[in-house]
């Protein structure tokens, strides 16, 4: 009787899949700062494919918001987000030495929802809602700002890419082992959903924050604005909670965090205050 046993080829694959996972943790070039972020990362996309792909689709939703009529409706608002943009991006430099010269956008969209994004190299949107319902202050856009920038510089939307295509190989090799497919598979992608994405998620939360308030304390905005800002945000979320709160920490304890590092850099803000 022949054996059709592919158990030991699919175990050899499986353990490539996972020396695969375990190799490519690497720490990106995202420097510390005097908040101290610093953590060992998967980056298994490259960043050229990141900052093309973030070109395309940025492109993309602005095409659409103009079709719409709802990009940069407001001339006097999008100069105040480009001149607050202005004064955060040199401070980049702190984290990461190529930033300043990346191809920087600032672009305002309107829209019900309260959030705002900064994709790879630098490509800011602000819906107006966030602006309008919140009554921002300059300090306070500074604080949403410099949190949306830090995920940019962190790399985290190229870190959850690398995640997923780690997740997708694992399943691969999970099929051959066990010659399961379909609905059975897609429980054990949840679950790796659950492990990989959903606790780095509030991990990449934590360091924009912590990022942001140094970046905006660095251009002369205090820091103790993002208090304020997830104080506003608490109030509004109490009911559905908006966009920008989704796979977030709970409030009260990113209000907690902000205050503490808020302290910490606080006398970069009065630095930079005494130069202006």
Known sequence: ?????????????????????????????????????????????????????????????????????????????????????????????????????????????????????CMPGGKIAFYSAIIDKLHLTDDEIAAIMGHEISHALREHGRERASEAMVGQAGLTALSLITGIQGPALDASNMVMQATFILPNSRTHEQEADRMGVELAARAGYNPYAAVKVWKKMSEISKNAPPEILSTHPSNASRIKDLEHYAKLVEPLYLKAKQHS
């Open 1 to 117: 009787m022949i054996s059709t046993n592919t158990t030991q080829p699919a175990k050899i694959i499986f353990s490539l899949v996972m020396f695969a996972l375990l190799a490519s943790c690497t720490s990106n070039v995202t420097k510390k700062g005097t908040v101290g972020v610093e953590r060992s990362q998967m980056m298994l996309v490259s960043e050229s494919e990141m900052e093309q792909g973030a070109d395309k689709a940025y492109a993309d939703i602005l095409a659409k918001a103009k079709k719409e009529n709802k990009l940069n409706n407001n001339p006097a608002e999008l100069k105040r987000l480009r001149a607050i943009a202005n004064r955060l991006i040199p401070q980049t430099k702190v984290f990461r030495d190529d930033a300043p010269s990346w191809h920087w956008e600032v672009n305002l969209i309107q829209s019900k929802e309260l959030n705002a994004w």
